[in-house]
Every structure is written in C-alpha cells, then in structure tokens.
C-alpha cells in the first residue's frame, strides 16, 4: 500500500457512514447476540484463542454480521480477505485462493475469507470453495440473510458451523444509540447533539432488531437539525426521531396495561366475526413492535377456543401461519398473520369444545375414582379373562362402523360433554351422529 492508498482509505473511512464507522473493533465492544459470543460462549472463545474454524453467519439485516467479521479482522494473527458475492466471481475467489496458498507456503500463514451475501454465489461458484475450505487453504466466514441449509451447498454447509444471529433486542440498540450520538471518536459526539430518553426508546422500538435502522437515523438527524438558539446543542427529540425513520410513535407499551387492552381487543374482535376490527389492532401490535410468534399464538389458541370443530380447517391455517412466521421473519410475517386473523375472524364459531373439556374436568375432579368399564379394559395378556375384560364389542364388526355400548365409567354414564353447535361443521356433526345412532345399532 502506498501512501495515496493510505491517504484514500483514511479519507473513506471518515466519509464512510456512521453505521460503519461506529462498527466495534473488539470482543468487548460487540453489542448483542449473547447466547454465540457471550463469556465463554463456543464462538467466544475460538476467537479469542485465534483458533476459529469455517463458520457461516446467518440473521436478518442489521444484527452484526459482517461487524462481527470485521471484529475477527481486527482480533486474527491470520490474513484476511473480504468478498461481497454480489460483486464478485469465481476469478475473484481464485485470486484470493492463490494468495493463501502463497501466504500459508512462504509465511505458514492461515486466510480468513469473508463472504458476504454468499448465498448470492451460485452452485458453481460456491462448490469452487468446497475443496480450499476443506483441507485448510482458507478459512471461510460466509453471511446471509437467508436461510443457508436452503440457499447455501449443503456441501458447504456441513463443512462449516452454522451461528443464527437473532434480532437486537431493544436495549441493545439503546446502547447503540447512545453510542453513536456521544462517541466523539467514531460516533457522532463531535457535533456536540442529545437526544432525550423518549426518542431512544422509540428509535430502539422503531428499528424492529435493526441497529443500522436507528444509526441510520441518528446519522440524518444530527446532520440534518439545528442547534437550538438557546443552548446551542442538536437535540434529537420524539418529532425529530419520528421525522427521520419515517415512523410515527403509537402509544403502545409491550409490557404494560395497552399490551393487554390490544391482544384483548383483537382476540375479541376475532371471536365476534369482524374482520376489520381484528387486521385494525393487528396491524397496531405490529406498529408497535409486538413479537409476531405472540400474536400467532394468541391465533392459534383463538381458532381452538372460538372456532372449534365449527371449521377444523381454521387451527389448522392459524399453525401452519406460526410456522410460516417463524420461518419468514418480518416484514413479511404481517401478510401472514393478517391471513391466519381474517380466517378466525371469518369462520363459523362455536366454543363447544371449550366447554367439553371444562366440564370433563370437572367431571374428573367430582369422580376421580371412577373406574373405567371392565370391557374397555386392556385384553391382550393372558389372565385378562380371568379379571372380567370380557364382552367388548369391535365398532368395525357392525354396521356404519358403529355400534352402542357403554364407554363411560358407571358414576358418568349419563354425562354428556361435547354439545356441538349449529354453525359450520358441527351442524353436520349432528347429522352425523344422529345417523349412526340410528336403527340396527344395538
């Protein structure tokens, strides 16, 4: 590197932007993703001991990725290299291969190779690593967004340990913020801002596990905003933070009386069959940052509760829309759970269920001793006659495969649970059972 280099990278790096800039160059500065580079931690560890092997980074944007690269960057004795497989190609990677080979035969110096987006790379490309990875020539640090045992050679997957970096919780991005806005070195503290704790927190709540959504906003913010004529300072106020994530604030307190009022109000909604209301307060709870795997569990139990057997299809769509959540993420997840919301919302009600199973365990608790009937007793051993588990009759024996006999213990013979309804599918249970206890059942 000669000096026009040097000169040029310095200059990059103060024009660079501050989600950048503000990156962490150690172990200790990393912010987040606890349960892989927390104290003692696998990951931790390997790179404090310099000891890593090929890994692939997996997360949604914003959650340290490629800053936790960099910070292998700045802690290896090994040489590194960085790629970005949107840009680059398999003459790039064989580049890079020759100066490893070269480095680790003259030097006996190992090359970390950072892939960013490898999931860009086609199959082609990324069974070109497949050998380079395997007897050591590079180290691999491969990140996506995307889902690597889906987009990534499973080849290459198996030759690597796979990490899923979670999104930043709230108080993580809080300690980013405040970062930004008062480190003078690499941060934003030379323009001498502040910013109250009411526009942290909306901004921490706003960025949805994003760090660089909120930088990104206090970068504009700051440059953008006047100092104030009284004091002089750049305050980054609610209005001001609002204005610059293009968000409104919404008063909604994931831990509070409000969080409570909404799931109620939306359940509620689902429950009385109005589609709208029940899309209205979710999209609020998704405005304001409530957990989507939340919402699709208080869908899940809605279609059991309020709709039942009146449409078996609807716990059927609300889990395969928990499911699809939990692999989607967000943004997407909200067209999801808008789909599961407005089938409750939607189908046929009926809480006949709920009330079959209140009054079975009533039934338990009043007749715990009740025994069962000795000719449903278990019959496959020998002395089973002997003990009286004798006399039952096989439903597949007799005509519409059913045939009466008692089930139920003495004490509750009489006892009836399940009262299905009239809507949706339970009214053709009722046909159903009136059919098969019909004539010539006995």
Not at 48 to 72: Q, R
Not at 130 to 150: D, M, Q, R, S
Request: charged share 25%; glycine share 8%; with cysteine.
């Amino acid at each position: 590197m000669d000096l026009f280099d040097y000169m040029r990278q310095e200059e990059q790096k103060k024009e660079s932007p501050l989600a950048s800039r503000i990156r962490p160059k150690t172990l200790d500065e990393f912010v987040g993703q606890e349960h892989i580079i927390g104290p003692g931690k696998l990951l931790y560890r390997a790179i404090k001991a310099d000891k890593l092997s090929s890994v692939i980074f997996y997360g949604p944007p914003g959650t340290g990725k490629t800053t936790l690269a960099m910070v292998i960057a700045n802690t290896t004795s090994s040489l590194f290299e960085e790629i970005n497989a949107s840009t680059s190609g398999k003459k790039d990677m064989e580049a890079v291969v020759m100066r490893a080979k070269d480095n680790l035969g003259m030097h006996g110096k190992k090359t970390i190779l950072f892939i960013d987006e490898i999931h860009r790379f086609n199959k082609a490309q990324q069974d070109f690593l497949l050998p380079h990875v395997e007897n050591g020539t590079v180290i691999l640090i491969g990140a996506t967004t995307e889902n690597p045992y889906f987009e990534v050679n499973s080849a290459l997957v198996s030759r690597s340990t796979v990490f899923e970096l979670r999104p930043l919780s709230d108080d993580n991005i809080k300690v980013l913020i405040k970062r930004a806005v008062y480190d003078e070195e690499r941060g934003m503290g030379s323009y001498g801002g502040e910013i109250t704790d009411e526009a942290v927190d909306f901004l921490a709540n706003a960025a949805e596990g994003d760090a660089r959504k909120a930088l990104n906003a206090i970068e504009l913010g700051i440059l953008s905003t006047e100092p104030d004529e009284k004091t002089g300072k750049i305050e980054i106020t609610l209005d001001v933070a609002q204005e610059c994530i293009q968000r409104r604030a919404i008063r909604y307190d994931k831990n509070g009386d409000n969080h409570y009022d909404i799931i109620s109000a939306f359940i509620k909604s689902m429950r009385g069959s109005d589609p709208d209301a029940a899309v209205y307060y979710l999209a609020k709870m998704l405005y304001g940052g409530e957990s989507v795997t939340f919402i699709a569990r208080r869908i899940m139990i809605c279609a059991c509760e309020d709709v039942g057997i009146a449409d078996p299809q609807a716990i059927q769509v609300a889990t395969a829309c928990a499911l699809a959540v939990e692999r989607v993420g967000m943004p997407e997840s909200q067209i999801i759970l808008a789909n599961a919301a407005i089938y409750v919302a939607t189908a046929p009600k009926s809480n006949s269920v709920v009330n079959a199973i209140f009054a079975g365990m009533d039934a338990v608790k009043k007749y715990s001793n009740a025994e069962v009937p000795p000719h449903l007793k278990d019959a496959h051993y020998s002395g089973s006659k002997d003990l009286g588990h004798v006399g039952y009759k096989y439903a597949h024996d007799f005509p519409k495969h059913y045939v009466e006999q008692q089930y139920l213990p003495d004490q509750l013979v009489d006892m009836r649970f399940y009262e299905p309804g009239e809507n949706g599918h339970e009214a053709d249970v009722i046909k159903w059972m009136e059919y098969l206890k019909g004539k010539d059942n006995k």
